[in-house]
């Protein structure tokens, strides 16, 4: 059937629309429902201006008006998909002959509409057989009327029958096999189906039984397309300025003047807040986590984006999945962490909402770092974002190390994660750590509580 362009009535392109949401091609996707809609709406206004990828991105889709297209390419994938969507449905049985047809054009946002040609439209009407007609058989080379009942019973043929044409004296081989030959075909072909199937869903097992619980843990991460943002928090702290320490110095008599040292204050000493300025730093430990996890990455062909302190928006979420490295430090750890039961609280401890007796306070030796810390892992797989985050919110730095060691150890993470509850792979989950720290280093790892919801 040929389909030209034409600029058919509103209510005929509201039919036509109507009648391909309602088939069953498009009842699994609102996303694509959404997109036909408006893309038909603002077509059939002819308003140009509303058909532009980052209008449709921010309209059907909630971007913010002025996000990057080139790292979120939401609305060319739907587009895709939207076209795929309208092809099956055309095909579908008792589609192809519907009067109006919605296309939407590679390359364009824009739905055209076109409408069967009158002799084609007619005559598909035509090909299928009224209720009267009556189907011919051959039978012994003669014709007889059959009832619509049997309309698609094959004719029985024989060897000798007159229909049957001959070419250069030769009968032609489209002769029926004999009835055992077809059993015996029809046999093999039931055969070669189970084998095949049997080899498939031996492999299918097989890949089961050798896919391990922590490639469950990351497949959110390993599926997307996007790179992955890992970001880092900054712990704001005062440093004292070049005049002060150049006095100091001076004083002291030292004379490196390239090298850093600590001013020896004593009890009641005063520093002016003029001689302070205020900056950000980044922990050795959330740098070893952050390198951690982008080698992971790296690894499994991974792009990333890396970024620390304010160097990130909300809307950034949206596009792609996302680590958070640090506790009190990053302030997009501690939204995630918002609504969750284990939070970190006062500066030094981890609670337990639900039980508020129960908390992990960080202990260290006096004067050193030495001692005890603690990190929550949550990982967050349908948040407000819409994407999966991943959050390491240690009390100090060295437990996001710690944290970072635990998850790259496939043989630790899977010890856990095969006994949480089933079906934990699409569920929130938190995870409570232990770490010795010694000499600055995090050393033994222990599984303190867990929780999954």
């Not at 949401?21 to 699994?28: K, P, Y």
């Not at 990828?53 to 080139?70: L, S």
């Not at 364009?108 to 057989?129: C, I, N, T, W």
Request: proline share 4%.
């Amino acid at each position: 059937m040929r389909y030209v362009e034409v600029e058919p009535e509103k209510a005929q392109i509201e039919k036509a629309l109507e009648d391909v949401l309602a088939g069953s091609v498009f009842r699994s996707s609102r996303q694509c429902q959404a997109l036909l809609r408006y893309i038909v709406e603002h077509s059939k206004a002819h308003r140009e201006e509303m058909l532009r990828e980052r209008v449709i991105g921010a309209n059907v889709f909630g971007r913010a008006p002025d996000y990057d297209t080139g790292n979120d390419p939401v609305v060319r994938s739907r587009a895709a998909e939207l076209r795929k969507r309208l092809a099956q449905h055309y095909m579908r049985a008792g589609a192809s002959n519907e009067a109006i047809r919605i296309e939407i054009p590679i390359g364009s946002y824009r739905a055209v509409f076109e409408m069967a040609e009158a002799s084609d439209y007619g005559a598909a009407l035509h090909e299928r057989p009224s209720e009267s007609d009556q189907s011919m058989n051959i039978v012994d080379g003669k014709s007889s009327g059959i009832s619509n009942d049997h309309e698609y019973e094959t004719p029985l043929l024989h060897e000798n029958s007159a229909v049957y044409p001959v070419i250069n004296g030769q009968e032609a081989l489209h002769q029926k096999l004999p009835y055992k030959w077809t059993r015996t075909i029809a046999a093999i072909a039931v055969v070669a189906v189970l084998v095949v199937g049997a080899g498939l869903l031996a492999v299918r097992q097989m890949r089961v039984a050798h896919q391990r619980p922590s490639d469950s843990f990351w497949a959110p991460v390993m599926e997307t397309q996007h790179p992955i943002l890992i970001i880092m928090g900054a712990n704001r702290v005062y440093r004292i300025n070049n005049d002060f320490m150049d006095r100091y110095r001076a004083e002291h008599h030292i004379e490196n003047t390239n090298e850093e040292s600590f001013i020896d204050l004593k009890k009641g000493d005063m520093i002016d807040e003029s001689e302070l300025r205020k900056t950000e730093l980044i922990g050795f430990g959330d740098v070893a986590a952050a390198a951690q996890i982008a080698s992971m990455l790296t690894r499994f062909n991974k792009r990333y984006d890396l970024r620390y302190g304010g160097d990130i928006a909300v809307t950034d979420f949206r596009s792609s999945p996302a680590f958070l490295v640090g506790g009190f430090s990053n302030i997009w750890t501690r939204e995630v962490m918002r609504d969750l039961r284990f939070q970190l609280e006062g500066y030094d401890h981890i609670v337990d909402r639900e039980n508020p007796t129960r908390y992990w306070r960080r202990k260290s030796e006096p004067g050193t770092f030495a001692g005890d810390d603690y990190v929550v892992i949550s990982r967050l797989i349908r948040p407000e974002t819409g994407n999966f985050i991943l959050a390491i919110g240690g009390i100090d730095t060295y437990s996001n190390q710690a944290a970072a060691d635990f998850l790259n150890d496939p043989d630790r993470l899977d010890a856990l994660l095969k006994i949480l509850p089933n079906g934990w792979e699409q569920k929130n989950m938190q995870i409570v750590l232990h770490t010795d720290v010694v000499k600055d280093v995090p050393t033994a790892v222990n599984v303190e509580a867990w929780d999954v919801r």
